[in-house]
Protein backbone atom coordinates (compact mmCIF):
# COMPACT_ATOMS: atom_id res chain seq x y z
CA UNK A 1 0.00 0.00 0.00
CA UNK A 2 1.15 3.52 -0.39
CA UNK A 3 3.00 5.03 2.39
CA UNK A 4 4.09 8.53 2.74
CA UNK A 5 6.42 9.17 5.79
CA UNK A 6 7.74 13.12 6.89
CA UNK A 7 11.07 13.65 8.42
CA UNK A 8 12.93 16.62 9.28
CA UNK A 9 10.82 18.90 11.32
CA UNK A 10 12.42 20.59 14.48
CA UNK A 11 12.91 23.51 16.48
CA UNK A 12 14.64 26.40 14.81
CA UNK A 13 14.87 30.20 15.12
CA UNK A 14 13.54 32.67 12.89
CA UNK A 15 15.55 33.10 10.30
CA UNK A 16 17.47 29.77 9.85
CA UNK A 17 16.35 26.81 7.61
CA UNK A 18 15.21 23.67 7.31
CA UNK A 19 14.48 20.79 4.82
CA UNK A 20 11.73 18.35 5.11
CA UNK A 21 11.56 15.35 3.41
CA UNK A 22 8.87 13.09 2.16
CA UNK A 23 9.90 9.62 1.32
CA UNK A 24 7.09 7.75 -0.94
CA UNK A 25 6.25 4.18 -1.55
CA UNK A 26 3.58 1.81 -2.61
CA UNK A 27 3.31 2.66 -6.35
CA UNK A 28 4.54 4.34 -9.02
CA UNK A 29 4.11 7.98 -8.96
CA UNK A 30 5.33 9.14 -12.17
CA UNK A 31 1.63 10.56 -12.97
CA UNK A 32 1.20 12.05 -9.91
CA UNK A 33 1.26 15.43 -8.28
CA UNK A 34 3.42 15.92 -4.91
CA UNK A 35 2.17 18.54 -2.09
CA UNK A 36 2.92 19.81 1.22
CA UNK A 37 0.59 21.39 3.33
CA UNK A 38 0.47 22.57 6.90
CA UNK A 39 -1.51 23.39 9.73
CA UNK A 40 -2.14 24.83 13.06
CA UNK A 41 -4.14 23.82 15.38
CA UNK A 42 -7.55 25.86 15.50
CA UNK A 43 -6.86 26.34 11.63
CA UNK A 44 -7.68 24.75 8.46
CA UNK A 45 -5.09 22.70 6.83
CA UNK A 46 -3.43 24.77 4.38
CA UNK A 47 -1.14 24.45 0.57
CA UNK A 48 2.54 24.79 0.77
CA UNK A 49 3.65 23.41 -2.92
CA UNK A 50 3.48 21.08 -5.15
CA UNK A 51 5.16 19.56 -7.56
CA UNK A 52 4.80 17.31 -10.92
CA UNK A 53 6.57 14.16 -9.98
CA UNK A 54 7.11 13.61 -14.33
CA UNK A 55 7.71 17.26 -15.25
CA UNK A 56 9.39 18.73 -12.35
CA UNK A 57 6.91 21.62 -13.05
CA UNK A 58 6.15 23.68 -9.28
CA UNK A 59 3.84 25.81 -7.51
CA UNK A 60 3.94 27.83 -4.35
CA UNK A 61 1.51 29.64 -1.95
CA UNK A 62 2.00 33.15 -1.75
CA UNK A 63 3.12 33.36 1.55
CA UNK A 64 6.28 31.06 0.96
CA UNK A 65 7.46 31.88 -2.50
CA UNK A 66 11.08 32.79 -2.74
CA UNK A 67 11.31 31.18 0.52
CA UNK A 68 10.58 27.53 0.76
CA UNK A 69 11.91 25.16 -2.88
CA UNK A 70 9.83 22.00 -3.61
CA UNK A 71 12.05 19.42 -5.28
CA UNK A 72 11.65 15.74 -5.90
CA UNK A 73 14.53 13.03 -6.18
CA UNK A 74 12.97 10.24 -8.40
CA UNK A 75 15.94 7.90 -8.05
CA UNK A 76 15.24 8.01 -4.48
CA UNK A 77 11.20 8.50 -4.98
CA UNK A 78 11.30 11.58 -2.14
CA UNK A 79 10.03 14.58 -2.05
CA UNK A 80 11.54 17.63 -0.20
CA UNK A 81 10.82 21.02 1.16
CA UNK A 82 13.72 23.00 1.59
CA UNK A 83 12.54 26.01 4.22
CA UNK A 84 14.72 28.95 4.23
CA UNK A 85 14.46 32.11 6.07
CA UNK A 86 11.65 30.64 8.34
CA UNK A 87 9.04 32.99 10.67
CA UNK A 88 7.67 32.40 13.36
CA UNK A 89 4.32 31.80 11.19
CA UNK A 90 5.69 28.86 9.52
CA UNK A 91 5.33 26.96 12.34
CA UNK A 92 2.60 23.98 12.00
CA UNK A 93 2.67 20.57 10.77
CA UNK A 94 3.85 19.73 7.38
CA UNK A 95 2.08 17.16 5.73
CA UNK A 96 3.33 15.20 2.36
CA UNK A 97 0.64 14.64 -0.02
CA UNK A 98 -0.20 12.88 -3.25
CA UNK A 99 -2.78 13.17 -6.36
CA UNK A 100 -3.06 11.55 -9.55
CA UNK A 101 -2.53 14.49 -11.74
CA UNK A 102 -5.77 14.00 -13.30
CA UNK A 103 -8.13 14.69 -9.92
CA UNK A 104 -8.46 17.70 -7.97
CA UNK A 105 -8.27 16.01 -4.13
CA UNK A 106 -5.22 14.60 -2.70
CA UNK A 107 -5.74 10.70 -1.50
CA UNK A 108 -2.56 10.12 0.20
CA UNK A 109 -1.75 11.64 2.97
CA UNK A 110 1.70 11.50 5.46
CA UNK A 111 1.39 11.70 8.97
CA UNK A 112 2.71 14.63 9.60
CA UNK A 113 5.99 16.68 11.06
CA UNK A 114 6.00 19.42 13.38
CA UNK A 115 8.02 22.51 12.87
CA UNK A 116 8.52 24.97 15.65
CA UNK A 117 9.99 28.34 15.03
CA UNK A 118 10.98 30.29 17.77
CA UNK A 119 11.45 34.53 17.61
Known amino acids: HVQLVESGGGLVQAGASLRLSCAAS????????MGWFRQVPGKEREFVAAISWSSGSTSYADSVKGRFTISRDKAKNTVYLQMNSLKTEDAAVYYC????????????WGQGTQVTVSS
Open 97 to 108: AAKDSHTHEYIY
Open 26 to 33: GRTFSSYI
